[in-house]
C-alpha cells in the first residue's frame, strides 16, 4: 500500500512522497486524527538548526506528539478504531541499567526518521497507548510533552532527598505549566512554587501555591529542590537563580533546552553540595503510567485544556504550512492540527 508522507524538504517547504507499507503479522497501521507541534519542529521548519543538522537530518516528516485512531491490527493488541497515543521513541535494544529513551541507538521520529506528519502510520504494539475514550482529544494530541514532564519528575523523586517541603519550577511556558501541574497533582502535599518572567502568564498557575516574577522574588525565599523549565537564552540565568535560592544538598531537574553552554556558578553549587539532574524524552512505561493518572486524575487533563492554543483544520499541505506559521505567532498555547481526510 502505498502510503502519503509529508516531508519538509528545506526550511517552510513540505513537500508529498509516496513511501510503501507492507502488511505483515507483527505491525499496525493507525491513521493520525490530531497533531501537536512541538517547539523542535519548529526549529526545523523555520531552519533554526545548525546548516549541517538540517542538511543530515532533511528531508524529514515532522511531528512527534500525535494520537490517532487503529484501522489494522493483525496482532489483536487493539480493535479497529481504538483511540491511541502513538509512542515517537523508537528502541533498538533493550539495557538493564540506561532506559529506552537514553539509549544512543534509539531512534526518535521527526528527529532522524519520519515523524507522525504522514496519512498512515505503521508501528509496533509496544509503540502504542490506548486512550480513554472520553478524553480530550486536543489535549490527548500533546501527551508526549506531558510524559516528559512525567518522566523528569520520576527521575527526580528517585535522586532527590526526602526533604520536600517547597519545590521551585522555573519557567512559565507550556513545560513549566505542565511539570508544575503535574507536581501538585502528584504530590499534592509540596508546595509548588512557579517563577517566571510574564505576571498575566502566570497567573494561569491557579493549582501552584505561589507566583513571583524573577525580577521580584522576595530575599527571603528558600526552595528545597527545583525544575528548570526555561531553556534558550533564558536558561543560565534561571540556573544561576535557582543555586542561589536552593538550600544545601538540593537537587534541580533540568528540562529546558538550549543550543548553547550554559554558563552557571559552580563555586555555589560546590558549596552548597548540589545535585544536578538532566531529563529528556520518555519511554513506554511514562506513557503508560501517564495515561493511567489522566484515568484516576480526570481535572490534569482540565487543568492541561487551558494551554491549547490554535485548532488548525488540516486537509493538504497548505494547511500544514498555515499551521506552522500560526504556530510561529501564537502568545501562549500549543498549535494543534486536526486532520480531515
Avoid at 513511501?19 to 497533531?35: A, G, Q
Avoid at 490506548?130 to 523523586?157: G, Q
Avoid at 533540568?254 to 559552580?266: F, K, R, S
Avoid at 531529563?279 to 482540565?302: I, Q, T
Amino acid at each position: 500500500m502505498l502510503n502519503a508522507v509529508y516531508q519538509l524538504k528545506k526550511p517552510r517547504q513540505f513537500e508529498l512522497v509516496f513511501k510503501d507499507i507492507t502488511f505483515d503479522e507483527e505491525h499496525i497501521i493507525v491513521r493520525p486524527t490530531h497533531l501537536s507541534i512541538c517547539n523542535a519542529d519548529q526549529r526545523y521548519y523555520q531552519g533554526n538548526r545548525p546548516e549541517e543538522i538540517l542538511n543530515q537530518k532533511l528531508p524529514m516528516a515532522l511531528i512527534h506528539e500525535a494520537i490517532g485512531k487503529v484501522v489494522y491490527d493483525p496482532t489483536g493488541e487493539f480493535q479497529v478504531g481504538d483511540r491511541v497515543v502513538m509512542i515517537p521513541n523508537l528502541p533498538c535494544e533493550e539495557d538493564s541499567v540506561i532506559a529506552e529513551n537514553y539509549l544512543r541507538s534509539s531512534k526518535f521520529r521527526a528527529s532522524g526518521t519520519d515523524g507522525f506528519m504522514q496519512e498512515y502510520v505503521q508501528t509496533t504494539a509496544d509503540r502504542l497507548v490506548k486512550l480513554p475514550e472520553d478524553i480530550n482529544l486536543t489535549v490527548a494530541a500533546f501527551t508526549e510533552i506531558v510524559s516528559v514532564s512525567y518522566h523528569a519528575i520520576e527521575r527526580f523523586m528517585r535522586t532527590a532527598h526526602e526533604r520536600r517541603n517547597v519545590i521551585g519550577v522555573w519557567g512559565d511556558g507550556n513545560l513549566g505549566y505542565i511539570t508544575s501541574l503535574l507536581l501538585k497533582s502528584m504530590y499534592p502535599e509540596i508546595q509548588v512554587y512557579v517563577l517566571g518572567l510574564d505576571k498575566s502568564k502566570l497567573n494561569d498557575f491557579t493549582f501552584a501555591d505561589g507566583i513571583y516574577l524573577v525580577n521580584a522574588i522576595p530575599e527571603d525565599f528558600q526552595i528545597d529542590h527545583a525544575f528548570e523549565c526555561v531553556g534558550g537564552n533564558g536558561a543560565p540565568r534561571a540556573i544561576n537563580q535557582i543555586i542561589d535560592y536552593i538550600r544545601p544538598e538540593g537537587t534541580i531537574g533540568i528540562l529546558g533546552v538550549t543550543e548553547d553552554n550554559a554558563p552557571i556558578n559552580t563555586r555555589m553549587m560546590l558549596e552548597k553540595g548540589l545535585r544536578m539532574i538532566g531529563s529528556s524524552r520518555s519511554g513506554r512505561e511514562d506513557f503508560v503510567n501517564l495515561v493511567d493518572l489522566y484515568r484516576r486524575r480526570p481535572e490534569v487533563v482540565d487543568y492541561l485544556e487551558n494551554i491549547v492554543g490554535e485548532q488548525v483544520v488540516i486537509r493538504d499541505i497548505k494547511d500544514m504550512s498555515r499551521a506552522f506559521e500560526k504556530d510561529i505567532h501564537k502568545l501562549i498555547g500549543k498549535t494543534i492540527m486536526v486532520w480531515e481526510k
